[in-house]
């Protein structure tokens, strides 16, 4: 129980900080990407204005000045574009243009082949009047800045593993210092509760075995005095059935092997029916088996029909005159499924998740689940679970209820 719960925790504490690093990561690169992007785009607006100071208009075309060497402007992994008025290429130079029309746009982007393309475009006005006489357009490679952000990504998705490791190794740590005192007082507290029942059993027995006499000769024992020996005896019996619970509960509980044999369910629950078919008849209950498929799995055989005798219990002492119990075992690929139906009063929907807990009981249910010691529910799960199983339950007031045990059936 308390590894899974560590493996939760720990599972929780990565799932937290591998979300938080990854914003983190995340924010880093955007705000990267962008800071490298704007330095670009300055860059390409430095050149273009450069190159747009070296034009001239003459004979109503647009040229560089005679003096001016485009080559020594531009880098190799840049390129210039001249543009006239409507659009048509004048010149260019670079291995890094862009090849698609003249766009008035400030800045794009353009993927190519091998890597993409940023280019910036520039109006080109005349000296006197402020005409626009052309444009020029800047390009650059981005397969520095490319680089750059892989070896960025590389970097924080390193950094990332990394820290989640060490985080792996701290949280193990961490979780097992915080679980341990819990741990023990449980620990403590299941010993408590074993070794108390179990003292609890010789005083019983004593009760138990001196009312019995004592019923056994009532010569002289005034009637009334009877009655209240009958109510001790009850009592006691009550309190030999919890102490035996509670017991149960306690070793089941520990992290033990249990007496795993080949078991034939199909018999076991042929047994149970026919063990409680008189109580079913002294109730007026039809008690129904569906028991069709022989079943076969791998489980301890007294825990088992233990399970399902707290689920036909609960079921012939709350289902009232006149109903039915229906007890139906199939197999459903590698798991057995056992289901006890009984037509009873029926659970609240905001109490079916509580009535696996240990002793807990509903007000306004009592006299549905009245009448034992409150823990059968809870050790038919505990057993079930250390089978691998588990219980579910569906139920409607007025109606009735269905246990369904879900059990593997070649090993747990």
Not at 52 to 74: C, H, M, P, Y
Not at 295 to 314: E, S, V, W
């Amino acid at each position: 129980m308390f590894e899974k719960i560590r493996s939760r925790l720990l599972l929780s504490y990565l799932l937290v900080m591998a979300s938080i690093l990854s914003i983190f990561a995340i924010g880093v690169r955007l705000i990267f990407a962008r800071s490298l992007t704007y330095q670009l785009t300055e860059k390409l607006t430095v050149l273009g204005e450069g190159a747009s100071a070296n034009t001239e208009w003459e004979n109503g075309r647009i040229k560089f000045d005679t003096d001016f060497n485009v080559q020594t402007l531009i880098d190799n992994n840049q390129g210039l574009q001249l543009f006239d008025t409507n659009g048509n290429t004048i010149f260019q130079q670079g291995k890094f243009v862009l090849a698609i029309p003249l766009s008035l746009s400030d800045t794009v982007q353009l993927p190519t082949a091998k890597n993409r393309i940023q280019g910036i475009t520039l109006p080109i006005s005349e000296r006197e009047g402020g005409k626009v006489i052309g444009y020029i357009r800047v390009s650059q490679s981005l397969e520095e800045i490319d680089e750059t952000l892989n070896k960025l990504n590389l970097g924080l998705g390193s950094g990332i593993l990394i820290a989640l490791i060490f985080s792996g190794v701290g949280g193990v740590i961490l979780t097992r210092l915080a679980m341990q005192p819990i741990e023990e007082n449980f620990q403590s507290l299941k010993q408590f509760t074993a070794d108390a029942s179990h003292e609890f059993r010789s005083p019983l027995m004593a009760i138990k075995s001196n009312l019995a006499v004592a019923l056994k000769y009532p010569d002289g024992m005034r009637e009334s005095d009877a009655e209240k020996f009958q109510a001790i005896a009850s009592a006691a019996n009550q309190m030999t059935q919890l102490t035996e619970d509670l017991l149960l509960l306690a070793r089941t509980d520990k992290v033990v092997s249990i007496n795993k044999a080949p078991v034939n369910l199909t018999v076991v629950l042929e047994n149970l029916v026919q063990l409680y078919q008189s109580r079913a008849e002294l109730k007026q209950i039809s008690l129904k088996p569906q028991l069709t498929e022989n079943i076969n799995l791998i489980g301890d055989l007294n825990q088992l029909t233990r399970l399902f005798t707290n689920l036909i219990q609960n079921a012939l002492h709350y289902t009232p005159s006149g109903g039915t119990v229906e007890i139906t075992a199939n197999r459903l690929g590698s798991y057995c499924i056992v289901s006890v139906r009984d037509t009873g009063v029926g659970i609240a929907p905001e109490h079916i998740k509580l009535i696996f807990e240990r002793f807990w009981r509903a007000d306004e249910s009592r006299s549905y689940w009245s009448g034992g010691s409150g823990l059968g529910l809870a050790i038919a799960q505990t057993i079930a679970q250390n089978h691998d199983g588990s219980i579910t339950v569906t139920s409607q007031l007025g109606v009735g209820s269905c246990f369904t045990v879900k059990l593997p059936c070649n090993s747990f």
